[in-house]
């Protein structure tokens, strides 16, 4: 089984810029397109960024296009999310997870990390 241990978040101030990781045990991380999820009090927990095996394959919600950068190393077994202009909606618990994009994005993974908080807000 892969553990997988994000780290990053923080409070930052509207406008503000964070970048999260995820580390991941095993080399089964490189075999997989891995996506950052999101769950904000109350809410479901939603995708906001996937990656390919293959690095130039990516994927965004509108609501964070333009916004936000994921990025992997496949050596490292690292996922990385670059979050700029961040938004008091960005607000949530960030996770990492293998993705499936064949059925809505939902994460491939049954197990999940402690997560990492990210708030934005003045």
Avoid: H
């Avoid at 089984?1 to 930052?12: F, K």
């Avoid at 964070?64 to 992997?72: A, D």
């Avoid at 490292?76 to 008091?88: A, I």
């Avoid at 939902?106 to 990492?116: A, C, E, K, V, Y």
């Amino acid at each position: 089984q892969v553990q997988l241990v994000e780290s990053g978040g923080g409070l930052v101030q509207p406008g503000g810029s964070l970048r999260l990781s995820c580390a991941a045990s095993g080399s089964i991380f490189r075999a997989y397109l891995m996506g950052w999820y999101r769950q904000a009090p109350g809410k479901q927990r939603e995708l906001v960024a996937a990656i390919g095996v293959v690095t130039s394959s990516t994927f965004y919600p509108d609501s964070v296009k333009g916004r936000f950068t994921i990025s992997r190393d496949n050596v490292e077994n690292t996922l990385y999310l670059q979050m700029n202009s961040l938004k008091p909606e960005d607000t949530a618990v960030y996770y990492c997870n293998a993705a499936n994009p064949s059925l809505g994005w939902r994460p491939m993974w049954d197990f999940w990390g402690q997560g990492t908080q990210v708030t934005v807000s003045s």
